[in-house]
């Protein structure tokens, strides 16, 4: 099989619920805590109406993922913190969450933040079209969550010149290139995916589509799922010749119960 050598890495995380009742932040942790702007959540969420026509049906809604072992041993809180309010969010038991908009909120230092030290998740945005078995996808919904997801600035993009003029001029166009590799998070350790589309049906490889395979070993620090590496899958969003209707089916180390 062709192995690939050179792979751009763009590790994101994004977050967002409903909001509830305005409250008095609390005092400043000591150690800093796992967050992301709210501003760039916010920016998330336009770049979703910006490009619907990719996924016209689907919602979306935000997840944590655990970043590191023992981070999912303890169910975290969440909240919209800005300047002296705090408005807490509903977290849901598979990390999920809703963001509102609340302009009331979007000061210049307006954060989710959770409860839990820095570096603790993956912050990552879902969209997702209702009416598919629970182990298919449609790839149309995936390039949205990217868009959604660079844009909002919640994956973790590894330092250089070339990314960071990426995420500073087009955060959305990474999406479109070949040589990205923008990491999905599937709902359970993977054993393998097919695309199917029509008559047409594409397996994925495993070296060069699953596993984070490919990804040079000093990198992964830098990056916000080793611990996840059984789940991360890479698709063709960049490549046309797959609507957006193609399914993208899953096939679970363990059987769905």
Known sequence: MRKINSLHFIAVAACLMAGGSVMAADSPAAAPLDQRSYAGVLKGIEAFAAHRALAPNASLSFQLYPR????????????????????????????SFKVPVRPDLNGPDAVLQSNQPEGSFAWRPVVRTPGLPAHVRRLGDLR??????LNAGLMVVPPSRANQALMASNPGRACEMSQAFYPIFADRPVFEVTLVSGSRRRVLLT????YGMGAPASRLPLLDWPHLRDRVVRLP???SAWPDD????????????
């Open 246 to 257: 193609t399914q993208v089916v899953f096939e679970y180390l363990e059987p769905l119960p």
């Open 207 to 210: 070296q060069e589509s699953l």
């Open 68 to 95: 590191r072992q023992g981070a999912g041993a303890v169910r975290p809180t969440l909240a919209i913190v800005s300047g002296g309010a705090r408005a807490p969010l509903t977290l849901e038991a598979d990390g």
């Open 237 to 239: 969003l960049h490549d």
């Open 144 to 149: 949205l969550q990217c868009r959604v997801d």
